[in-house]
């Protein structure tokens, strides 16, 4: 109890340190000379369990303060990770509220307010490097501007980068050899990721990285589609030791952005700073994304996990298992809303392809 009163303190002294610190009211930075620029950012995973922060700290965080400098702009970052201020599945209601100036949208988290964004989820057994499914999903945004204008005009929010991930696979507290080792087993994941788990008759938790541990350690379930990334970061050999390889594929979750008010009172020096720097850090997530896999992997058997891979024949029977027009459904419930569902991932599926993706199998696609 008292560590559970102590943890609540040290969370709301950091909400009213992020309350008071950042911009107040309509003024702009320009006009409070002298002042420091202070941005509050933040998210709901860690820099030791994701990538995605610990690059924002090394790569957007230095970026910027680096180019606002060399224009005459102080910058000062009040930095909140780890869930202590945003939820995976709030995050950018708190950007929009403007309790964080910037901050990432987990996508597969809030798919009723960003249906479209979830596209490279809807193709199951997708691409596992990681820069060719970077590479394909900006060429997605580039080509519909809806994906971008529509954050800004819904959500009052500027998008400055995507986020790419490893390829999922399977983090399990029993060893799995065929897709039978799942049948009734509880297994977490995010959003999309659970039409993986009916399909071969688990029971879907829907869960996210930052209460995977946990989860695990309290049997509220018995695995996580997940990342090597973070199973390395958050010590998951600890609680569960089976790793198996799926090839899920990877994928962009996530969607740096900023408080449309906070950019508009930044002076353009920052903006662009912050623009050119929203983009290096997507480059660098997908660059490391796929130079770490392996190591991370192989320090997740230094530690005493097992890796499996799962056999070529039950990958290509649990990609049966999905409807033929799995991939063309998805697509249609976006449609139904007015959004380009349809065409966003016809668009994504060809240019994997030019890239040399393989698909396990053929979807049918209305419409395309």
């Known amino acids: 109890m008292k560590a559970k009163f ?25 006009q409070q000379s002298g002042e420091p620029i202070r941005i509050r950012i933040g998210g709901p995973h860690t820099p030791q369990g994701a990538a995605w922060v610990k ?45 964080l100036d910037v901050s990432y949208v987990t996508f597969p988290a809030e798919v009723s307010r960003f249906p479209l964004h979830n596209f490279p989820y809807w193709l199951p057994f997708g691409n596992g490097d990681a820069v060719i499914t970077y ?34 696979g399977m983090l399990t507290s029993f060893p799995v050899q065929s897709l039978d080792d799942l049948k009734g087993r509880k297994l977490g994941g995010v959003g ?12 879907p938790v ?33 609680v569960a030791t089976h790793w198996t390889v799926t090839q899920f594929g990877s994928v962009s979750p996530h969607g740096l952005t900023v408080n449309l008010d906070t950019w508009k009172a930044l002076p353009p020096a920052v903006q662009s700073a912050m623009a050119q ?4 850090w997507g480059d660098a997530l997908a660059k490391n994304a796929k130079d770490t896999e392996e190591t991370d992997l192989k320090k997740w058997r230094d530690a005493g996990g097992t890796v499996t891979v799962l056999r070529p024949a039950e990958r290509q029977k649990w990609a049966s298992r999905f409807p033929a027009n799995y991939v063309s459904e998805r697509a249609k419930k976006v449609d139904a809303a ?5 065409k966003v991932i016809a668009s994504y599926i060809r240019n994997l392809e030019k890239l040399g993706y393989q698909s396990p199998r053929k979807w049918e696609l209305e419409g395309k």
């Open 6 to 30: 102590v943890r609540g303190l040290l969370t709301a002294a950091v909400t009213l340190s992020l309350l008071t610190g950042g911009l107040g009211g309509s003024e702009t930075y320009a």
């Open 55 to 99: 690059l924002l700290q090394d790569i957007f965080i230095r970026d910027v303060k680096a180019a606002a400098a060399k224009a005459g702009h102080n910058m000062e970052f009040v930095e909140a990770w780890g869930g202590s201020v945003t939820k995976m599945t709030e995050t950018s209601n708190t950007v929009q509220g403007r309790l």
């Open 135 to 168: 590479r394909a999903t900006k060429a997605v945004y580039d080509a519909f501007p809806v994906l971008t204008q529509s954050v800004e005009q819904k959500y009052g929010q500027k998008l400055l980068g995507i986020s790419t991930v490893q390829d999922y």
């Open 192 to 203: 999309p990721l659970a039409d993986y788990l009916r399909t071969v008759g688990a029971v």
């Open 206 to 238: 829907a869960t996210g990285i930052p209460e995977a541990y946990m989860n695990i350690q309290t049997r509220v379930m018995d695995g996580q589609l997940i990342i090597p990334q973070a199973i390395v970061g958050m010590r998951m050999w600890e």
């Open 277 to 280: 720097a929203g983009i290096a």
């Open 338 to 342: 007015g959004l380009p569902g349809t």
